[in-house]
Antibody, heavy 119, light 108 residues
Framework: EVQLLESGGGLVQPGGSLRLSCAASGFTFRNYAMSWVRQAPGKGLEWVSAISAGGFSRSYADSVKGRFTISRDNSNDTLYLELKSLRADDTALYYC????????????WGQGTMVTVSS | DIQMTQSPSSLSASVGDRVIITCRASQTITNYLNWYQQKPGKAPNLLIYAATTLESGVPSRFSGSGSGTDFSLTITSLQPEDFATYYC??????????FGGGTKVEIK
């Protein structure tokens, strides 16, 4: 079965750190660019970060630049997001998503992992 | 950065209605525009990519149009399972991407 499974979310204090993981299965992970997209409670979707198939190109939203780091392990079919200097407005459900095709549409999503930043 | 503006932010419609949701980009994105449907508690689902191409398995009552800066998603004959929130997303500035604010389609 083709799927993405996120893990690593939880409750963290402001200024804290967390590492999210996204395990891919059922497709050739190393061939696809991947992204993290988040959704604050009751709010819309916000693209957070993307990484190329080979892992050599990375991009970040301005809201997380310098605090979050995306990476991937193609030998273990896993995507990561390192979150540092967390703030209350980083509280959200974090989805990993695979983008495919020339138009980089997200045609596969995980179920999400919740990050709550609170003291 | 390219800003994506959807309108309306919400609408009420009845089963069988024709619904049109619009998405405007702050600068041209040619046809690098994708549409998603999200139901409560679920991850988004891709409906349309490249502004007009229906994703495999998506009902033909969904269609997309537009190019440049102005786009629309049309649902002809709204069905009960179509009540959801819809998002547009641009990939013109890939790898940096952005979503519209969403349009919630509610039952009248």
């Amino acid at each position: 079965e083709v799927q993405l499974l996120e893990s690593g979310g939880g409750l963290v204090q402001p200024g804290g750190s967390l590492r999210l993981s996204c395990a891919a299965s059922g497709f050739t992970f190393r061939n696809y660019a991947m992204s993290w997209v988040r959704q604050a409670p009751g709010k819309g979707l916000e693209w957070v970060s993307a990484i190329s198939a080979g892992g050599f190109s990375r991009s970040y939203a301005d809201s997380v630049k310098g605090r979050f780091t995306i990476s991937r392990d193609n030998s273990n079919d896993t995507l990561y997001l390192e979150l540092k200097s967390l703030r209350a407005d980083d509280t959200a459900l974090y989805y990993c998503a695979e983008s495919s095709g020339y138009y980089e549409a997200f045609d596969l999503w995980g179920q999400g992992t919740m990050v709550t930043v609170s003291s | 950065d390219i800003q994506m503006t959807q309108s309306p932010s919400s609408l009420s419609a009845s089963v069988g209605d024709r619904v049109i949701i619009t998405c405007r980009a702050s600068q041209t994105i040619t046809n690098y525009l994708n549409w998603y449907q999200q139901k409560p508690g679920k991850a988004p689902n891709l409906l349309i990519y490249a502004a007009t191409t229906l994703e495999s398995g998506v009902p033909s009552r969904f269609s997309g149009s537009g190019s440049g800066t102005d786009f629309s998603l049309t649902i002809t004959s709204l069905q009960p399972e179509d009540f959801a929130t819809y998002y547009c997303q641009q990939s013109f500035t890939s790898p940096a991407l952005s979503f519209g604010g969403g349009t919630k389609v509610e039952i009248k």
